[in-house]
């Protein structure tokens, strides 16, 4: 038992030294993650059915440990696999790049992958400051535990806090755009003609979600939402 285990690990340890074992890795936890935005956004909108309503939806993820710490430990493990593959790809290419290349398929590729990198960052950088925002209080004004309508409202009444999180929503667009995109490559769609109707709809996708977390900060201050 104990040496099909080590067997099975060491395989696996072998496949993710391949950069196609690391553009797997980066797909599953790139969807793993993009699952949770859709559940996290449709908890976000549940602002708009009342104080009630969203204060409730928190209170029961925070009365079910064993289903928030199981998905929590599985949202960090995801990112940082999905971070060190993406590190690990990225030097490999830079590695690997023909020096003075000046091929044009190829720049554009380099670009991608570059803005991935930088947008990447920023939504890590959003990611910590959110968390010290919204769920420990830290650098929130009136972090009231518990009440998540009040945290919310309070904070989308600055303007330069919904600028921020508006900013930090459009970099998430185009960190989804192309992670949306790649992740279609990664299962294999390499043929032109679905690629130009892949691209269109990532692109949707991406500014659809990346819209419905910014309502609710422009909404908050816009005064929808009492
Ligand atoms: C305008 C956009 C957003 C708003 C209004 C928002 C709001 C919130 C709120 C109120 C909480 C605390 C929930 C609670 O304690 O019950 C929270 C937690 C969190 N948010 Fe967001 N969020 C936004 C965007 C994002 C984005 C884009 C990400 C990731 C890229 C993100 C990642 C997280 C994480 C990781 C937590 C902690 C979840 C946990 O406690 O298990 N949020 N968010």
New binding site residues.
Partial sequence: MKSTMSVTSRRLASFYQTAVGKKAVMAVTGLI?FL??VL??L??LQIFLGRDQINR??AF??ATPEA?WP??II?IVAIVLHINSAVLLYLQKVKNRPIGYTKKGNRGATVMSRTMMWSGFA?LV??IL??LH??TGTIHKDFIAGD?FH??TFA?HQPTVVAL??L??AL?AMHLYHGLYSFTQSLGVSNPRHTSRIKPLAAAFAIVMASL??L??IAVLAGFVH
């Fill in positions: 993650l949770w935005l996290h956004v908890g976000n939806y928190s993820l925070h928030l998905v929590r949202l939504l959003f990611i959110h968390l919204m769920t998540v945290n919310l989308f999180y508006v930090a929503m998430l977390f910014a609710v900060p």
